[in-house]
């Protein structure tokens, strides 16, 4: 069973009546944030509810701030994605002490389901990040230096991707050796930058793994700056599925790329209506279905309209 508004201890309220808000993490100049955004917003509008939303710009302060003003806005549910996952205490605490429900999407927060927030959704990031081994060991021929660009720390998506990749590697692939596995915070320039020096002290790298796609358009760029071909001399293997990864997908530009399926205003809404109804509740922790993109079907998803 799960989380229902008399679980929580929190008063009923109609959806259609109330105002939701709605609190992104990061710009939306990453494709992921952009469709994440328009499917919340989306969905809200379908079906009738009033939606007001902030961007924090993945500064963990500033989601805090904005977590606070639309409480005080009148907010009486929250959609959260979280940019850290235990940076957000100040707000969630005013949250929880005002009975105002939290669900978090793409990223968890610390604290435990159906008391400090409502429930979760999001992608299985250790499945991701095997994955995403798997791909790289076989693009490599399961033996050669590889290098790992991880997202932004003190949240959990980054922690899965890392620690699945590493598990996979040590427990499949003994001749795959991970040279180097820094931080790029989930950012094309910042990527770029750290691959340019990965690249500069390890020149037999073989492999590398983006724990997302804009961080692996950044890889991309400095392959290319020391003079090696992507795909050729370097296989990148990354994660979110955006539109222009999928095409290098297509072009043999990058080897595969994992979807993170940010299409959570359906699911995120018929949570909160489950948690208001007199079903079964939300439940603590809902996987969303992501697709996994190869050379084989890379072109044929992007013709389909699957592609963000
Ligand atoms: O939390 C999901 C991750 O955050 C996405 O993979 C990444 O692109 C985003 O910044």
Known sequence: PGCTYTKYGAPKVDLKGATVGFSQSEATSNPFRATETKSITDEAK???IKLIQRNANANVAQQNTDIQGMIAQGAKVLIVAPENSDGLAP???????????VLTI????????CSD???FIGSDFTGQAKIAADDLATAIGKKGEVAVLQGTSGNNVAQERTKGFNDQVKAQ??????????????DQATGQKVAAQILQSNPNI???YA?????????I?????AGKKPGTDIKVVAIDGIRQAVQNVASGIMYSDIETNPRFGPLAFKALQDFYGSGNGVSAKVIIKDQHFTKDNAAQALKEGRVY
């Open 46 to 48: 379908r079906l009738g």
């Open 91 to 101: 707000a969630l605490n005013q949250a929880k002490a005002k009975k105002i429900p």
């Open 106 to 113: 793409d990223r968890t927060v610390q604290g435990s389901a």
């Open 206 to 208: 073989k492999g590398i």
């Open 117 to 119: 927030y409502i429930g």
């Open 221 to 225: 760029q400095a392959i290319r700056g």
């Open 173 to 186: 692939y003994p001749d795959v050796k991970i040279v180097a596995s820094q931080t790029a915070n989930f």
């Open 211 to 219: 724990q997302n796609d804009t961080m692996a358009l950044g890889a």
